[in-house]
Structure formats: C-alpha cells, structure tokens
C-alpha cells in the first residue's frame, strides 16, 4: 500500500468517526447541550479541512519536485529542499476558511448538490426503474445487471448509500438520519414487507460498494449520452 493510499484509508476512517459523533449529537442531545457539541465539532472539522488541505498542497509540491527530476531537460545541481520550497510557494497556501467547500466538512455535514434533473433523465429511464424496483420490491441487481437503488424515502436515484447492518436494505443517507430523527428512535426499516421495526443510527454502515457502482453507472450512462448526441 502507497502513502497515498494510507493517507486516504486515514482520512476515510476520521471523516466516518466525525460523522458518528454528529449522528449521537443529532439522535441523543438537544437544547443548549446540542448546541455546545455541534459547535465544537465545527471546530474540530475545521481544523481537519486545514490539515488536509496543506497536506494535499504538500503532495503536489513533492510531486512537482519529481516531474522536474524526472523532464529531459531537469537541472540536476538544484538543491531539493530548495525547489520544493519554491514549488510549495507557488501553491494556493489557504482556502480563506471558506471550509463549507472543503470536501470533509460537505462530507460530514451532508452538503451534497442534488442531481440536476436532466442528469438523472439522461442516466437512467425512470419509469423502467420504477417497474423493476415495484416488480423487486428492494432488490438493485437484475439478471446481472446493476441498477442504481432508489431511496425509499426520497424516491430518488441513492448517491450516499448507508447499509442496514440488521436487514441489509440500503438508503440515501441524510434521508434516513432526518427519518430516524423525526421517528425519535422508533423507526421501522421504510422498505416495504421488512420485519425490521427499530431501526437505529448504529445499524448503519457505509456502502462503498454501491456508492463506487453508482458513481460508475452515472459516468458510463452519461458517456452514452454524450455519443449518443
């Protein structure tokens, strides 16, 4: 495994622990307790952004160093500290605390943009989606073939998808948060004909799995469109 690669597995896991201590604030605290908690969990993501946001700057700069030793003309006498310095110098050193763009605070506080309409029509046919999903009830293979899931409770394409670890149904997750939410913890799974009557915030797990599978669909269907035109 690269540093790349562990640096990502490293920020996956401290973005999906921020996340669980936003879900218990959000489920179990109210009033002025909520309040303080949510405030200093701000502050914590905000202190995330800046981290990973210099060390991504960071990155870059090495890499330049390389891709300048690497060129046919690279002047191999530079001293390397110095050149990474001045390729760091070069780079965009802050976000003007502007973190509400900053990948880790959309993350963890569900900023997400919502599929333009058009997208969606071009992805996918949605009354074919709607007979296949009425015809499987829950189900999002057929005959081998991936279709992207439905939330039950949106009725929209799932683009976050967070798995039941209970009864294994799959829901777009800032939907089944604000469900659980208002159900105040007595929330039945929302798929229709499931036994599961008591759904909870520590049931639900990641589904990296789907997400990558809808991420892909969405490209391919979209790359079909495209040539289609």
């Not at 009033?31 to 210099?54: A, P, W, Y």
């Not at 060129?71 to 050193?93: C, G, P």
């Not at 919502?114 to 997208?119: K, L």
């Not at 798929?191 to 589904?207: F, K, P, W």
Request: charged share 30%; with cysteine; net charge negative.
């Amino acid at each position: 495994m690269t540093q790349a690669n562990r640096q990502a597995n490293l920020l996956n896991d401290c973005i999906n622990s921020l996340k669980l201590w936003k879900e218990l604030i959000e489920t179990h605290l109210v009033g002025d307790e909520k309040s303080g908690e949510l405030k200093h969990l701000e502050e914590i993501v905000k202190d995330c952004c800046s981290i990973d946001f210099n060390a991504s700057k960071c990155s870059e700069a090495c890499q330049d160093v390389v891709d300048h030793f690497n060129s046919d003309s690279a002047d191999t006498n530079v001293d390397i500290e110095e050149l990474y310095r001045e390729k760091l110098a070069n780079k965009q050193t802050s976000f003007n605390d502007n973190y509400q763009q900053q990948k880790i605070w959309k993350e963890i506080f569900n900023v997400t943009d919502d599929y333009d309409v058009e997208e969606v029509e071009q992805a996918t046919n949605q009354n074919e989606q709607k007979t296949e999903y009425e015809e499987m009830q829950d189900s999002i293979f057929y005959s081998n073939v991936f279709t992207p899931p439905v939330d039950p409770i949106s009725k929209m394409i799932i683009k976050d998808p967070y798995k039941n670890r209970t009864c294994g149904h799959v829901y777009e997750y800032k939907f089944i948060l604000q469900y659980i939410k208002s159900m105040k913890n007595k929330a039945k799974c929302p798929y229709m004909g499931c036994g599961n009557r008591n759904i909870t915030v520590a049931e639900l797990v990641q589904d990296n799995d789907t997400k990558n599978k809808i991420k892909e669909y969405i490209k391919t269907n979209s790359t079909q469109s495209s040539d289609d035109d």
